[in-house]
């Protein structure tokens, strides 16, 4: 029995499928842990999370577990012993597993039991829920390894401490999400009351699809305190040290980095999720529609900064509607962002088109204008391979006010989950502010013109959104009403103040436009309810809240 512990705390990046490269990046860190009694690796480590459906293929499964038992041969190398994340087949049902490998032996296994199935998740689908784990036994030392969900419900801590576990080690897939640090702080504290017991959360980092994980992994001692706070949004590696005293483990004070705070984190997330999802599906960079305004000034700022200028491409594709102002804009943004920069009139392609179809006016006449942009971007796109980035905000998205087949279309979009509010604010901040490992330049990214100028389509003469929608902060209020909080009409009238009748037509515009969101590209999520993977309703609706 050894009264002092070094466990190192591997906070990192995966790519979901990719056995071999998330196992070789897992021994990499383990080398650079040398010294460490053990090292504790995040959910899932060796697969990826989530790896949905994924788990329902026998043969990922099977490799999935080779390849672990390639874990466990390796530690016999008399380095740091393993606990990490893997997927565990018995008795015909696949398991969420934590596996601890030591001296090239598998020392124990504990199996996630409470599997969440909300939001995002899902993982009812593929895994079966494991019993009530036990402590496993680690140099004389009983140590509780609660699987992510297991530690936001009560009972399985309780039950580990009341089994003898001396201190809970957590591995966590936690996507990002506005204001969650708060919210998982206050969680393991509560779990560290209730147990007695010291607690290390580890998280990942990284994009996967529209999640975002920030890591911010962090150790809280039987006393509520924090004693080691990872940094958000980068790989890293801390050493951290355990003492057993009177009144049991105890973790030293070591390793402290502050968070990002709004609305960094959300710009952080919004490279990371992009950054992952291009390099990933190896893509060479990104194409995007820069017309003048702050949605597209804005994703060009983040792909930069994800990407580098090298390897995004801008397009001014002006009608004869677009302002000379917005052509400058869209030309200084591209300056301050140091991105190539082409103008490409789509004039010739509307009047071939009034050709065509003589008599069409209106609505159906402008969104003709948004959709000959998205088949000029799409035809660059095809020849050079760079993914069409959509540059379309949640406001926008949640009534509607979008172009299907137009300004919707596209591969991936940084803004999906971003109101236009937070739109405003992510501009203001970064005009002032350079985010860390940011590629782009550490000035202003935009013109202040930009962010000033009421916003505009430009698809017919003196066009303001206002025409059609109620003021962005209010709208936005309503939006949040409507969208996170689930609200009526009722209730989110006297929340905000609106006029009702002005809030049922934004409830029917938000459910009508369900079937333009299907057909949205993915986008990193931010808040609560993104369209998709959290907020999922039925296209076909005739429910109407009071």
Known sequence: ??????????????????????????????????????????????????????????????????????????????????????????????????????????????????????????????????????????????????????????????????????????????????????????????RVIESGLPLAYVNRVGGQDELAFDGSSFVVNDNGEIAVQMPDFEETLAITTWTRGVNGWHCEAGHWTDLSTYPEDIYLAMITGLRDYVQRNRFPGVILGLSGGIDSALSAAVAVDALGADKVRCVMLPSKFTSDESLEDAAECARLLGVRHDVIPIVPGVDALGAMLPGIDGLAAENIQSRLRMVTLMAISNRDGHMLLTTGNKSEMSVGYATLYGDMAGGYSVLKDAYKTTCFALSRWRNGHRPKGALGPAGPVMPQRVI??????????NQKDEDSLPPYPLLDRILECLVERELSVKETAAATGADAELVRDIERKLLIAEYKRRQAPPGVKLGSRNFGRDRRYPITNGFRSS
């Open 452 to 461: 000033d100028k009421p916003p505009t389509a430009e698809l017919r003469p």
């Open 1 to 190: 029995m050894t009264d002092r512990l070094t466990i190192a705390l591997a906070q990192l990046n995966q790519r979901v499928g990719d056995l071999s490269a998330n196992a070789e990046a897992m021994l990499e860190w383990r080398k650079a842990a040398s010294g460490a009694d053990l090292i504790l690796y995040p959910e899932l480590q060796l697969t990826g999370y989530p790896p949905e459906d994924l788990v329902l293929k026998p043969e990922f499964v099977r490799r999935t577990m080779e390849a672990a038992e390639r874990l466990v041969d390796a530690t016999a190398d008399g380095g740091p012993a393993m606990l990490f994340g893997t997927i565990h087949a018995e008795g015909g049902a696949n398991y969420n597993a934590m596996v601890l490998a030591e001296g090239g032996r598998l020392v124990g296994r504990t199996l996630k039991r409470e599997l969440p199935n909300y939001g995002v998740f899902d993982e009812k689908r593929t895994f079966a829920p494991g019993p009530f784990p036990d402590p496993l036994l680690f140099k004389g030392v009983s140590i509780g390894v609660p699987v992510c969900e297991d530690i936001w419900l009560e009972p399985v801590c309780a039950h580990l401490a009341k089994r003898g576990a001396e201190l809970l080690l957590v591995p966590n897939g936690s996507p990002y999400e506005l204001d969650k640090d708060d919210l998982r702080q206050r969680m393991v504290r509560d």
